[in-house]
């Protein structure tokens, strides 16, 4: 049996889908990955290969729209199908789901899935949607009628899919916790000593929350300047991605501390005391699950994907979206209350291996599709 998972980011079929494949070839199934910019010479390819997983290259642009360039994206993936015949089909991301499942329609793959991750451009801003966006929900709502179960992470996406008639009225959808998180590698680690350390794991884009988190640490640290606010990522392709002079500027005057693009979050995890995401909107935040299985309190934002996260006062905090306000006040709760990131932690890590355990929600994932 063969089983084809398409991706926009070849690195998240290890990072995010790795314990999905694992679990998908322990019942039997060939594993056939299809992504982007995975040549002869690429790690990833080869660390998929080693690990038994099919490795196919196909044409994709990740960002941005251009006609000619995902026809050739369908055209490619309708190939690659009609010469693999697949029994199942599992693409995430917007271009994946989109022409992934088109393709697996026309080829007659028996059983297409597709997973909402997030909902990103899209689905941003309030009122009269753009040219754009109009395009790509009009996209999603034919490509989701050719498949026979829609997952998502949060039911906030879930029901703004039905509202919006993007999935029909008898569409079959599944809510699951996230992409799970493996809490036997993100281990609990004892927090460090002294003042809070902050930390921010994120691509470096605007709607993450960043200018938010940066402003919130610029006030932070000039009543206490003995706390560290951390920052983990990477300037992206993305429209709405930070300036390269933006970041330099908050390095500069000591806002905060940037420690690049990690391959390892946890040793950042393991720095800091609180994990931050004033994120707009997310499918599950994976980074907070990770700094949850490692005994984290959590501050993020009363945003779907993010509020199913946080029970607020237990676990963490939970503050409005864009309000650098109440994001200061939040991260200064932790700098004068010593307490709190332990007995939040604690309750993190709990809500990490009953809820977010990536076994549990791989196990639900795959009875769904017919393979658990």
């Known amino acids: 049996m063969k089983f084809l998972l398409i991706a926009s ?68 993936l309708w190939r690659l199908m009609r010469r693999l015949r697949p029994e199942h089909v599992l693409g995430y991301t917007i271009k994946p789901v989109i022409y992934g499942s088109l393709a697996a329609w026309l080829a007659g793959v028996p059983r297409r899935f597709a997973l909402v991750t997030g909902l990103g451009y899209t689905f941003q801003g309030e009122g009269k949607r753009s040219g754009l966006q109009e395009l790509v929900q009009r996209l999603y709502a034919i490509a989701l009628a050719r498949v026979h179960t829609v997952f998502f992470q949060n039911p906030d996406d879930e029901a703004l899919f039905r509202q919006r008639k993007l999935v029909k009225l008898d569409g079959r959808t599944r809510v699951v916790n996230g992409s799970g998180v493996d809490i036997a590698a993100f281990q609990t680690v004892p927090l460090p000593s002294g003042y809070p350390c902050f930390l921010l794991i994120a691509r470096l884009l605007g709607d993450k929350g960043v200018r938010e988190y940066a402003q919130a640490a610029r006030r932070v640290r000039a009543v206490h300047p003995e706390v560290r606010c951390l920052l983990v990522g990477w300037i992206d392709t993305n429209p709405n991605a ?101 007995r939040m932690g604690h309750r993190s890590r709990h809500m990490a291996e009953v809820k977010y355990d990536v076994h549990k929600i791989n196990a639900a994932m795959l009875r769904e599709m017919g393979v658990g």
Not at 244 to 251: G, I, N
């Open 242 to 342: 930070i300036a390269q002079h933006e970041l330099d500027a908050w390095v500069a005057d000591g806002t905060l501390e940037f420690l690049g693009r990690l391959d390892d979050v946890r040793p950042a995890i393991a720095r800091s005391s609180v994990y931050v995401l004033p994120s707009y909107r997310e499918g599950t935040p994976r980074t907070v699950l990770e700094a949850m299985a490692m005994g984290r309190a959590i501050i993020t934002t009363d945003a779907p994907g993010c509020r199913e996260t946080v029970v607020h006062g237990e676990n963490g905090l939970l503050v409005p979206v864009k309000s650098v306000d109440a994001l200061e006040q939040a991260m200064l709760k932790f700098v004068e209350d010593e307490t709190l990131p332990l």
């Open 9 to 76: 980011l070849a690195e998240s079929l290890i990072n995010f889908r790795g314990p999905l494949i694992a679990a998908l070839q322990a019942r039997g199934f060939q594993v056939h990955v299809a992504a982007p910019d995975l040549p002869e010479s690429n790690p990833v390819r080869r660390q998929l290969q080693a690990a038994g997983v099919v490795v196919h290259d196909v044409a994709m642009r990740r960002t941005g729209t251009n006609p000619a360039a995902d026809l050739q994206t369908l055209w490619s």
